[in-house]
């Protein structure tokens, strides 16, 4: 690993001093018991039109959260572009693997995006690809691209010290792709034709993982596969469901790391929705 992105021979110590700094900046400042509890959680639907009365004002230092609209997930807005040729190529390639190494494969010889030609590498996965949770982000960016692996520049780093702060890491109990498995040049935002090319391979990549549960990293990663025009904004923290097949799997929206990084006031809600994670990923007898 190379550049100053890169947190070169981290110890035990260093790790363990980045998930502190990320508890610290999602607001988490004591540990009154083993199991972390959501401080912030409010009542997700505050009654209508009822005036909260003196008590309830909210206890001082916690944040007052204002009434929000519900998200829109179930009356989506089609995403267009499905049916060109190049997709329908996709599709019917995608549909013919059987392994996530015959998908690999298969987008290695893909030549009809127009974004592998000007990548380095093809960026398909890491993780283990056994874990019940399956997290999607959005392209490649420039290290990815180097190295052929998915977040691991500085917005990777952070997607570790959230994944750590609830139990989870790639070595172990996580796997991690792209809506995009090819970096858009100068990192620039995916066309919809682009993506419309790559969703049949992260569906069947979705299908393939078979995983438990879905993380979509960031608005591109939520609005492709929730197939909704409704913004990260609405959509994050909100439990949807993503289908896979016959399979339903329930899918959580959250805000992309380098959202994160830019605004890290942010991180106080994405530590509520890693709690959501967290507690569906108990529900389900997966932790
Ligand atoms: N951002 C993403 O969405 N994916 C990556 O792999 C890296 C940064």
């Known amino acids: 690993m190379n550049g100053p992105e890169q947190d070169q021979g981290t110890g035990g110590s260093t790790d363990a001093f980045a998930l502190l700094q990320f508890y610290a900046e999602a607001g988490v400042s004591e540990l009154v018991m083993d199991e972390a509890v959501d401080n912030y ?26 009434p929000r609209p519900q998200p829109t997930v179930s009356s989506p ?28 494969a298969a987008l290695a010889a893909f030549d009809l995006c127009p974004l592998k030609q000007t990548a380095k590498n093809l960026v398909f996965s890491d993780g283990n690809p056994a874990a019940k949770v399956m ?15 998915p977040f691991v520049g500085r917005s990777g ?19 991690i792709a792209n809506v995009l498995p090819w970096r858009p040049p100068g990192n620039r935002n995916p066309t919809d034709a682009e993506l419309a090319m790559c ?27 929730l197939n909704t ?7 994050r923290g909100k439990w949807a469901v993503y289908k896979a097949g016959d399979r339903e799997i329930p899918a959580l929206p959250v805000f992309h790391p380098a959202y994160l990084l830019r605004q890290t006031a942010q991180k106080r809600l994405a530590w509520r929705d890693l709690l959501k994670l967290q507690e569906k990923l108990k529900e389900l007898g997966l932790s």
């Open 41 to 66: 959680s409010l009542p997700e639907t505050p009654p209508a039109a009822q005036p909260a009365p003196a008590s309830a004002a909210p206890a001082r230092g916690k944040p007052s959260l204002p």
């Open 77 to 104: 807005a089609p995403i267009p572009l499905e049916g060109t040729r190049e997709a329908e190529t996709a599709r019917e390639t995608a549909a013919r693997c059987q392994s996530l190494e015959d998908l690999r």
């Open 135 to 149: 997290f999607v982000g959005e392209a490649p960016g420039r290290d990815e691209d180097i190295q052929g692996l």
């Open 157 to 175: 780093q952070l997607l570790d010290r959230m994944l750590a702060s609830i139990g989870l890491s790639r070595q172990e109990n996580a796997y």
């Open 199 to 225: 969703r049949p391979f992260i569906e069947r990549h979705i299908e393939l993982m078979n995983p438990e549960v879905l993380v979509f990293l960031g608005g591109v990663s939520a609005k492709q596969l």
């Open 229 to 235: 025009s409704t913004g990260i904004m609405r959509l």
